[in-house]
């Protein structure tokens, strides 16, 4: 069964703080990889696609590794505002089907 | 711009009635998909469609039909609810299956009791 596994959380941190989340994959066939916000009781949103060289937007940044399978979403000077739980997903070759972990819960606080 | 438009945005069923979740986007996208999301857990997908006419099953799709007569169109049909149907579910679209970005909707909150 492929999975993509995540710790739930939930992680709190102080404003400003820098906050790095992980998240294994089984899948070794996965091509396509993302990270997407969901906040509470809506739906998910994508954050980020997550590229073999690595990516950045502003105060975040993806890293993707291969051979051991993960993927990471740092997140620098956090803010209220990004409080919400961060959706790991992964897509099969060939397959029309994104696998999503259950989220990992970041309260950023006061 | 509406994107992807769900209804309703809540529901309560009796064990054993029957309902349409509908689902429309405005985009003219080729591929829609349902999921469905139980507490603390993640999407697991119920079925998707690759174009108008063209569905075929996902991960859980015991218990619901769907339909695709055309673009705009994915409606999730549940027959005969039962407490396990109880979830709340999402429509999405997207241009390309799998690597690209997917609009849900706002999603639907069903209780089946």
């Known amino acids: 069964r492929k999975e993509v596994e995540q710790d739930p959380g939930p992680f709190n941190v102080p404003e400003g703080a820098t906050v790095a989340f992980n998240c294994t994959y089984s899948n070794s066939a996965s091509q396509s990889f993302f990270w997407y916000r969901q906040d509470c009781r809506k739906e998910p949103k994508l954050l980020m696609s997550v590229y073999s060289s690595g990516n950045e937007d502003g105060r975040f940044t993806a890293q993707l590794n291969r051979a051991s399978q993960y993927i990471s979403l740092l997140i620098r000077d956090s803010k209220l505002s990004d409080s919400a739980t961060y959706l790991c997903v992964n897509s099969g070759a060939g397959s029309y089907q994104l696998t999503f972990g259950k989220g990992t819960k970041l309260s950023v606080i006061p | 711009n509406a994107g992807v438009t769900q209804t309703p945005k809540f529901r309560i069923l009796k064990i054993g009635q029957s309902m349409t979740l509908q689902c429309t986007q405005d985009?003219?996208?080729?591929?829609m998909y349902w999921y469905r999301q139980d507490p603390g857990m993640g999407l697991k997908l119920i079925y998707y469609s690759v174009g108008a006419g063209i569905t075929d099953k996902g991960e859980v799709p015991n218990g619901y039909n769907v339909s695709r007569s055309t673009t705009e169109d994915f409606p999730l049909r549940l027959e005969l609810a039962a407490p396990s149907q109880t979830s709340v579910y999402f429509c999405?679209?997207?241009?390309?299956?799998?690597?690209?970005?997917?609009?849900f909707g706002s999603g639907t909150q069903l209780s089946v009791l």
């Open positions: 999405a679209s997207s241009q390309h299956p799998t690597n690209e970005k997917l609009f």
């Open positions: 985009m003219n996208h080729n591929y």
